[in-house]
């Protein structure tokens, strides 16, 4: 059991920035990856950004050039610093945390979740 949860998150006004925090209880799995995704009502679920244990990364279309996500291995946290905030960045912002190297059938068990925070991005 991994417990997942997300801080940093508030009102903004357009052009500004944020920072997200994921921080992860202590985990023995060697190999997983920890992302970032976002939750506009009505719409799918939508990746921000990911990085894995050996610092593989990767973003969304949407987020390229303006988000960037980092760890510090220490805290067992995982950064989103969001700049240049448009409102269509509104949404809640979800963390995830996931096992890597299990068989299809098994990943529902090791893939968890936090409570999200929201971010909105108004004048």
């Known amino acids: 059991q991994v417990q997942v949860a997300e801080s940093g998150g508030g009102l903004v006004q357009p052009g500004g920035s944020l920072r997200l925090a994921c921080t992860y209880s202590r985990t023995v799995f060697s190999q997983y990856v920890v992302s970032w995704y976002r939750q506009i009502p009505g719409k799918q679920r939508e990746l921000a950004a990911a990085?894995?244990?050996?610092?593989?990364?990767s973003y969304g279309d949407s987020v390229k050039g303006r988000f960037t996500i980092s760890r510090d291995n220490a805290a067992n946290t995982v950064y989103l610093q969001m700049n240049n905030l448009r409102p269509e960045d509104t949404a809640v912002y979800l963390c995830?945390?996931?096992?890597?190297?299990?068989?299809?059938?098994?990943?529902?068990?090791?893939?968890?979740w936090g409570q999200g925070t929201q971010v909105t991005v108004s004048s």
């Open positions: 995830n945390f996931k096992r890597l190297g299990v068989p299809p059938s098994l990943q529902s068990t090791f893939n968890w």
């Open positions: 990085i894995s244990h050996d610092s593989r990364i």
